[in-house]
């Protein structure tokens, strides 16, 4: 049974769902790479505005945003997220339109239910942040402290399935360029040091290392150069990696096995080696999501209560990475994915052709009333907010990130 504020929340989100429709459409049909997304920040932050936000434009970052709603004095500050960055080539493949379209109606959902109530005080902040496949927007609002004042901090992906906690590893890429020595392969090979042949001990060798590691971490790699004639002795070649583990601990010690193939490979060679993390004074470039028990409990409670098209769950497993892991290991947290109708996975063709048809906004509708409804909850019983909290400093423990 719907309560009073879970049916203002509903009401509000259906009554606007042609213009989030066509905002989301709009995302998709302009598909813009990692902070470049300078038409998505405009048309969401006019959208914002209109619907009566107050909006900070280039907020820390060029193509991020802050757009606020606040009731009265004090209470809690509830913050959403909008995503709406694309890949390349593939355009939409992650969905990201409908998680822009998603923060905006929650927080026009939960905006009305404050609005409906004037004697509760509270906050709603919806963050829009740019480049989260591979530029880490969330990290550098973090850095800018754009986190520091909010309670909760909620999220969905649309993805294959339902998942309430999929689990996002903790990743870092890189590369390593290794230098030989070029010399004419058939007249005097034997002055030449070959590059290639090191960049394929080190794939090798890493191809190797996947039977001795976790069954949960991740070793990715591509060869991105290796020479450019066969009579010359490659002098130089390189390869991109990817490492994911379940924490960040666990990744300190897969980059030591990775950085211990990268130097064996260049000394069997006789090369030099170049090895480089995208960010090196960094365990991680994203963090493990660390997702909060309370806030999935009323998310799902709220999602199955608003009437989902397919309400299947597949327990939660390890799926992508995510820079909201970040953010969850600075407020309590929640990322489920949800479907949008087709069984095809994020960064596919079918999926990006999915993203803008009309059931996967149907869906996107009612996830973003069941995060409204969670942010209602929230601002509305501070022993649930006290009881997240203290879990959520539970889990920071266990995480050991923090020391108590
Ligand atoms: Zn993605
Ligand atoms: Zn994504």
């Known amino acids: 049974m719907m309560s009073r504020a879970t049916d203002i929340i509903g009401r509000a989100v259906e009554d606007k769902a042609d213009s989030l429709q066509e905002l989301s459409g709009k995302i998709w049909s302009h598909p813009e790479l990692c902070f470049q997304e300078k038409f998505a920040h405009d048309t969401l932050t006019e959208f914002l505005e209109k619907n009566g936000f107050e909006v900070e434009r280039k907020y820390k970052v060029d193509t991020a945003f802050k ?75 973090i850095n800018a402290g754009a986190f520091a004042d909010i309670d909760v901090c909620l999220m969905v992906h649309p993805a294959a399935m339902n998942m309430l906690a999929p689990g996002c590893l903790s990743c870092i890429d890189g590369h390593a360029v290794f230098t030989g020595k070029a010399a004419h392969a058939s007249a005097a090979p034997w002055d030449g040091i070959n590059a290639l042949d090191a960049v394929i001990n080190a794939y090798t060798a890493l191809s190797t290392l996947r039977q001795q590691i976790h069954t949960d971490w991740r070793v990715m ?9 066969p009579n010359i002795i490659p002098e130089r ?40 993390f995208t960010i090196e004074d960094r365990v991680s470039d994203y963090s493990n999501m660390i997702a909060n028990k309370q806030l999935l409990e009323r998310y799902h409670h709220h999602w199955l209560s608003f009437g989902p098209a397919d309400s299947t769950l597949t327990p939660d497993r390890f799926w992508a990475s995510t820079d909201m892991g970040n953010v969850s290991l600075e407020v309590p947290s929640i990322h489920p994915t949800f479907i949008i109708g087709t069984a095809a996975e994020v960064h596919t063709r079918d999926f990006v052709e999915t993203t803008n048809q009309p059931k996967a906004h149907a869906a996107t509708r009612c996830v973003s009333k069941a995060m409204a409804a969670v942010g209602w909850d929230v601002l509305t019983d501070s022993a649930l ?20």
């Open 221 to 229: 790699a591509v060869i991105t150069e290796g020479g450019v004639k």
């Open 67 to 141: 757009a606020v709603f606040r009731q009265g004095s004090g209470g809690a500050n509830i913050g959403l997220i909008c995503e709406y960055d694309a890949l390349p080539d593939i355009g939409h493949a992650c969905g990201h339109n409908l998680i822009a379209e998603s923060g905006a109606a929650a927080a026009i959902g939960l905006r009305a239910a404050l609005e409906a109530s004037p004697a509760t005080s509270g906050t709603v902040t919806l963050f829009g942040t740019p480049a989260e496949e591979g530029g880490g927007g969330k990290i550098h609002l």
């Open 385 to 404: 907010l006290k009881e997240i909290k203290e879990s959520f400093q539970q889990q920071l423990v266990t995480l050991q990130v923090m020391i108590v």
């Open 237 to 276: 070649a390189a390869l991109e990696f990817d490492l994911r583990t379940p924490t960040d601990k666990e990744l300190a010690v897969l980059k030591g096995k990775l950085a211990a193939i990268m130097k064996a490979a260049a000394l069997a060679t006789g090369c030099e080696v170049e090895l480089k």
